[in-house]
């Protein structure tokens, strides 16, 4: 049954389903970050994917392996997305929905539009965690 859930969850997930209200627009990336591509004409960015998960150690191996499948998938797909715009892949992670790129402006408004990204920020950036 989990794992039934967990696919759920990712089809509803990579159709762009957000919390957002009705009226707003969820903000990806950053002003500081697009102000960095347009002066440095690159970036390096942490993608962070909409890909939903659970701790490993709560799945089967079973749903390890889809929940892990998932992300890859959505990798995947993002890559396709970033065809023909200035990118370069510098990392891609297996248990977390994530990824890391170096980035042009073509590529980071892409990041900005697909509904496969929650979250853009540059990469070594530290981010205040909300605890």
Sequence with gaps: ???NSL????????AGCTTVSAGQTPVK???????????????RVSVSLNVPTIPEAQLTQAEVIAQRQAIGDAQNRLLKELDGTKYQRLGMLTTIPGMGLTVGADALAVLGKSVLVSEVTEYGVPVPLNW
């Design 29 to 43: 990336i950053s002003e500081q970050l697009w102000q960095k591509v347009q002066n440095d004409g690159m970036a």
């Design 7 to 14: 696919l759920l969850l990712v089809v509803i997930s990579l």
């Design 1 to 3: 049954m989990k794992i």
